[in-house]
T-cell receptor, first 116, second 113 residues
């Protein structure tokens, strides 16, 4: 068990809708990362938060947004959903502001989003 | 072009046999390379990590090698078990701020009895 908790495990919704994915990082970890993994695609970095502040941005669409709360949990909001947004969304956490030899990423088990 | 390329994309091996997965990268300046194992429906779990000064690292039946000169790494699975069926992801970190990560698409391994 990585200690990273993601909810819900599965989510089925219709096109045009909005959903919120939730992540609780490992105890003591200050950074939270969000990744998207589509079928046959590698993990695509979306966004990172460190101690409540946005730290780095990847290939995140404007329809997507995230935030990290004072208790360090994070939420990823996906709006105006399209069929192509169907994917596994992973949250990961690390101790420090970045990833290093002694500060690896710890991944949750993901939220599987299906847009119909 | 992806900075991390893995091959083969997928392979099927008999239980008890060995296999080797390849990872080529172009990330520079190089910091470290990790191999992750991702079981179906689960998040990736770190298997090994190597810096430029380490050319081999073992974790049980998993042995990773690194050639920082040719920018190649391999993951060797010895005496495969059914539980080794998974995707193996190569992740390379650079030396810039926040140690940015480049992910390979993974090697999908299926072990059959």
């Amino acid at each position: 068990d990585s200690g990273v908790t993601q909810t819900p495990k599965h989510l089925i919704t219709a096109t045009g809708q909005r959903v919120t994915l939730r992540c609780s990082p490992r105890s003591g970890d200050l950074s939270v990362y969000w990744y998207q993994q589509s079928l046959d695609q590698g993990l695509q970095f979306l966004i990172q938060y460190y101690n409540g502040e946005e730290r780095a941005k990847g290939n995140i669409l404007e329809r997507f947004s995230a935030q990290q709360f004072p208790d360090l949990h994070s939420e990823l909001n996906l709006s105006s959903l399209e069929l192509g947004d169907s994917a596994l969304y992973f949250c990961a956490s690390s101790v420090g502001v970045g990833v290093s030899y002694n500060s690896p990423l710890h991944f949750g088990n993901g939220t599987r989003l299906t847009v119909t | 072009k992806n900075q991390v390329e893995q091959s083969p994309q997928s392979l099927i091996i008999l239980e008890g046999k060995n296999c080797t997965l390849q990872c080529n990268y172009t990330v520079s300046p190089f910091s470290n390379l990790r191999w992750y194992k991702q079981d179906t429906g689960r998040g990736p779990v770190s298997l090994t990590i190597m810096t430029f000064s380490e050319n081999t690292k073992s974790n049980g039946r998993y042995t990773a090698t690194l050639d920082a000169d040719t920018k190649q790494s391999s993951l060797h699975i010895t005496a495969s078990q059914l539980s080794d069926s998974a995707s193996y992801i190569c992740v390379v970190s650079d030396l810039y701020g926040n140690n940015r990560l480049a992910f390979g698409k993974g090697n999908q391994v299926v072990v059959i009895p």
